[in-house]
């Protein structure tokens, strides 16, 4: 029982000493010679405390809780900031506030995208009249890694205007997004909002993303609501930082809390850890537009090549739902009708 006891520990130790390496090569902030240097360091002292250890002296354990309370005491004084050189895309985060019925959204992206690092800059400030507000989309966007997508919400205001909220990481300018780096508190969280063509068009005309779009099936008071409670949690990051978070504070999380903060009773599911796997949940959970199974929403729901053959069209956000179930009450003009557009519950 007690050589039991001894491997189990030495392995937690040994995971813990391995998490410290990636902790420090992802967050320190020096060149990639120098952290290469300071976790082969880290990593050559743990295998030495750890070899100790199998040999039953004791003081490798306080040895290894010696580094591991150095690491932690760092660790735990990192902060977020907004004062960093970010890139174009997130340099703003988005902000609101309501007046009577009007919403006036500041910094809103209107980008044109070129490449993925090349857009003509545009922040805008834009004004919704919230009794307007009568749709709610949700848009995915995954790039061939299983399981992993990006996921956005768009609210439409009687199919004339449409605003994207996106929860991003705020990269630095330059840098390149990683999926290990987010659970190492190496970005920034970013609450952005965007014209229609902006978000999708990057996923699908510049960076070739496979993009589908999900009408959700919700009341117009609750669609107020979550709007209103995206302002308020872009209005809270502009004002107090956080750290981005590949499981905790990412796409699909945060929604999950904002949603559950307006009343709706939605349970937990893996499937909210596995991105790709959103839609599955949203139509378990009766949200998706009815009358349709699952593998109908998402054949139908596809728009990357709609979007790129509609690209500078004015009225593009039309013309990628003619397909999409709760949308075909789009005239064969690519514009509304807005009696059977409308039929909202």
């Known amino acids: 029982?007690?050589?039991?006891?001894?491997?189990?520990?030495?392995?937690?130790?040994?995971?813990?000493?391995?998490?410290?390496?990636?902790?420090?090569?992802?967050?320190?902030?020096?060149?990639?010679?120098?952290?290469?240097?300071?976790?082969?360091?880290?990593?050559?002292?743990?295998?030495?405390?750890?070899?100790?250890?199998?040999?039953?002296?004791?003081?490798?354990?306080?040895?290894?809780?010696?580094?591991?309370?150095?690491?932690?005491?760092?660790?735990?004084?990192?902060?977020?900031t907004h004062d960093r050189p970010w890139a174009d895309d997130v340099v703003h985060l988005a902000t609101g506030e309501v007046d009577g019925n009007r919403l006036t959204l500041h910094h809103v992206r209107n980008f044109e995208w070129r490449t993925r690092d090349d857009a003509s800059v545009r922040w805008e400030t834009r004004d919704y009249e919230l009794d307007r507000l009568d749709s709610v989309?949700?848009?995915?966007?995954?790039?061939?890694?299983?399981?992993?997508?990006?996921?956005?919400?768009?609210?439409?205001?009687?199919?004339?205007?449409?605003?994207?909220?996106?929860?991003?990481?705020?990269?630095?300018?330059?840098?390149?997004?990683?999926?290990?780096?987010?659970?190492?508190?190496?970005?920034?969280?970013?609450?952005?909002?965007?014209?229609?063509?902006?978000?999708?068009?990057?996923?699908?005309?510049?960076?070739?993303?496979r993009v589908s779009l999900f009408r959700i099936l919700?009341?117009?008071?609750?669609?107020?609501s979550l709007l209103l409670a995206y302002v308020d949690e872009a209005n809270a990051l502009a004002h107090k930082p956080r750290f981005y978070n590949t499981i905790t504070a990412n796409c699909t999380t945060l929604v999950y809390a904002m949603t559950r903060s307006i009343g709706a009773g939605l349970?937990?599911?893996?499937?909210?850890?596995?991105t790709g796997q959103l839609p599955a949940y949203a139509f378990k959970v009766g949200g998706l537009w009815p009358g349709h199974s699952?593998?109908?929403?998402?054949?139908?729901g596809r728009i990357d090549e709609q979007a790129r053959r509609a690209h500078d069209a004015p009225d593009f956000s039309w013309r990628i739902r003619q397909e999409v179930p709760g949308w075909e009450g789009l005239g064969g003009d690519g514009r509304p009708n807005h009696e059977a557009a409308q039929e909202s519950p």
């Open 267 to 274: 349970p937990l599911d893996y499937r909210l850890l596995v």
């Open 218 to 224: 919700m009341s117009r008071s609750t669609m107020r």
């Open 294 to 300: 699952l593998a109908e929403l998402e054949a139908r």
């Open 137 to 209: 989309d949700m848009v995915v966007s995954s790039w061939g890694r299983p399981g992993v997508a990006h996921v956005m919400v768009s609210f439409g205001f009687e199919g004339e205007d449409f605003v994207v909220f996106s929860v991003e990481v705020r990269r630095l300018a330059g840098e390149r997004f990683s999926e290990m780096g987010g659970f190492f508190r190496q970005y920034e969280l970013a609450i952005v909002a965007t014209d229609e063509r902006d978000a999708i068009r990057l996923r699908s005309n510049v960076r070739g993303e």
């Open 1 to 80: 029982m007690a050589q039991l006891f001894t491997g189990f520990a030495l392995t937690l130790q040994a995971l813990a000493m391995l998490w410290g390496a990636a902790a420090l090569w992802f967050r320190l902030p020096w060149s990639t010679r120098w952290r290469r240097l300071v976790v082969g360091f880290w990593l050559l002292a743990a295998l030495a405390l750890l070899l100790l250890g199998l040999q039953g002296y004791r003081m490798a354990l306080a040895g290894q809780l010696g580094l591991l309370a150095g690491l932690w005491l760092w660790w735990f004084r990192l902060r977020p």
